[in-house]
């Protein structure tokens, strides 16, 4: 999409004008990342000659990769130095990274299949669905969106624990799909559920990090919580 984002690997090619008044030849690009979100695997681009006042696009690209942890809006700084002959040119240039920022914008707690009495309270062993709503805050696309719901607390069995929220465009919304995916659990004890005395957590993940969670979410069993623990933030 000709977007920087958190995660990805660029091929970085670099237009070079020529200001002076003879041609250039033997011209190269090598780029020096200073910034920890930035690896270079390949640093040196090449350039055929140069005429004088002319503009050339090199012959091969620059490649350097944006750490998926790279918060939105980051301005990454990396250093450039041209070459031709005895003559060296050097500059910092800074690559603005996108990357999404989660937000638990709402969900649906239903007990209307299996063994739910479709009161809409959970209650003891029972069978309950869980839909979400998630918001991209930032300015990255979020690709391919996994929720694994997940719970340290005895009282809660997991029934379902994946869903697929597909790919959210930055400020936008999804719902887990396709319709009705849901997250499902039971709670072999409802006790202070509603003093928020047991919680589960959502972690999301997607294409660029399939196995490092992006964002861990606390989800309260009736109803949904602000607090997050947000790893883009």
Excluded at 100 to 111: I, K
Aim: no cysteine; proline share 6%.
């Amino acid at each position: 999409d000709g977007l920087i984002d958190a995660g990805e690997t660029i091929e970085l090619s670099l237009p070079l004008r020529n200001r002076g008044g003879a041609t250039g030849v033997g011209v190269t690009a090598t780029m020096t990342s200073l910034s920890a979100f930035v690896s270079v695997s390949d640093a040196t681009s090449s350039y055929p000659a140069i005429g004088a006042g002319a503009l050339v696009n090199p012959s091969d690209p620059i490649v350097l990769t944006v750490d998926r942890m790279a918060p939105d809006r980051t301005e990454a700084k990396v250093h450039l130095a041209y070459v031709s002959g005895a003559t060296t040119v050097e500059e910092d240039i800074i690559l603005y990274v996108h990357a999404p920022v989660f937000e638990w914008h709402r969900m649906f707690v239903r007990d209307t299949t299996g063994t739910g009495n479709s009161n809409s309270i959970v209650e003891p062993n029972e069978d309950v669905r869980l839909r979400v709503e998630l918001r991209n805050g930032g300015l990255g696309q979020a690709q391919s969106i996994i929720g694994k719901l997940r719970a340290t607390d005895p009282v809660f069995v997991v029934t379902d624990s994946v869903v697929d929220f597909g790919t959210i465009a930055g400020n936008a919304r999804a719902i887990s799909q396709p319709f009705p995916d849901t997250f499902g659990f039971q709670m072999t004890d409802t006790t202070g559920a509603w003093e928020s005395s047991h919680r589960m957590f959502v972690t999301l993940y997607d294409t660029y990090s399939p196995s490092t969670p992006l964002a861990t979410i606390l989800v309260d069993p009736v109803g949904p919580l602000q607090a997050i623990s947000n790893l883009k933030s």
